[in-house]
């Protein structure tokens, strides 16, 4: 079974550059979620999607970071400008539902701002 | 309010040696409590999960953990730890029966392994 698939996997982008991340779920996964893990934390939820519907976006920057999942498959993820304090590792995950089971994570995109 | 804690930031142990990583947690809902590994460059793997039934879980590469409700504690341990467990570790929790909670994760403990 194929794995949750991102990319990029590195990306480099001057302040108040415009971004976007790309992640396919596990086929068959209704749950999809964006976190941002900042180097020497712990990852932390942006936007939690069930299908295309957006369940969780309590801690998405609106004003700067958008997201979706226009089919209720793979999903987008953009920063629009980007501010040095982006500077992070993006995980997507996804899980087969929304409660009673664990996340499973992609291997990331780590952006860099400079 | 929702929190995962875990208080060790950094913990070397001697190759061979055990280990056990700390996590408290803060939850409204059942929790449904997890363990991740995080290698350099690599996503997180799920190393083993807990939500009912017997409070010792064992998981993958040997690792186990054990649920004590009265603590609030969902600690991570493993007898004899390899070179290849030099890692950053993170307990989550997530909703079992609420699908309006979300999975949360701690800080992590970086676990280095001298030879």
């Known amino acids: 079974e194929a794995g949750v698939a991102q990319s990029p996997r590195y990306k480099i982008i001057e302040k108040r550059q415009s971004v976007a991340f790309w992640c396919n779920p596990i086929?068959?996964?209704?749950?999809l979620y964006w976190y941002q893990q900042i180097l020497g934390q712990g990852p932390k939820l942006l936007i939690q999607f069930q299908n295309n519907g957006v369940v969780d976006d309590s801690q998405l920057p609106k004003d700067r970071f958008s997201a979706e999942r226009l089919k209720g498959v793979d999903s987008t993820l953009k920063i629009q400008p980007a501010k040095l304090e982006d500077s992070a590792v993006y995980l997507c995950?996804?899980?087969?539902?929304?409660?009673?089971?664990?996340?499973?994570f992609g291997q990331g995109t780590r952006l860099t701002v400079v | 309010a929702q929190s995962v804690t875990q208080p060790d930031i950094h913990i070397t142990v001697s190759e061979g040696a055990s280990l056990e990583l700390r996590c408290n947690y803060s939850?409204?809902?059942?929790?449904?409590l997890f363990w991740y590994v995080q290698s350099p460059g690599q996503g997180l793997q799920l190393l083993l999960k807990y939500f009912s039934g017997d409070t010792l879980v064992q998981g993958i590469k040997g690792f186990e953990a054990e649920f004590k409700r009265s603590q609030s504690s969902f600690n991570l341990r493993k007898p004899s730890v390899h070179w290849s467990d030099a890692a950053e570790y993170f307990c989550?929790?997530?909703?079992?029966?609420?699908?309006?909670?979300?999975?949360?994760f701690g800080s992590g403990t970086r676990l280095s392994i001298r030879p």
């Open positions: 989550a929790v997530g909703p079992l029966y609420s699908s309006a909670s979300k999975i949360i």
């Open positions: 939850y409204g809902a059942t929790p449904y």
């Open positions: 995950a996804s899980s087969p539902r929304d409660k009673n089971t664990e996340a499973f």
């Open positions: 086929s068959g996964h209704a749950t």
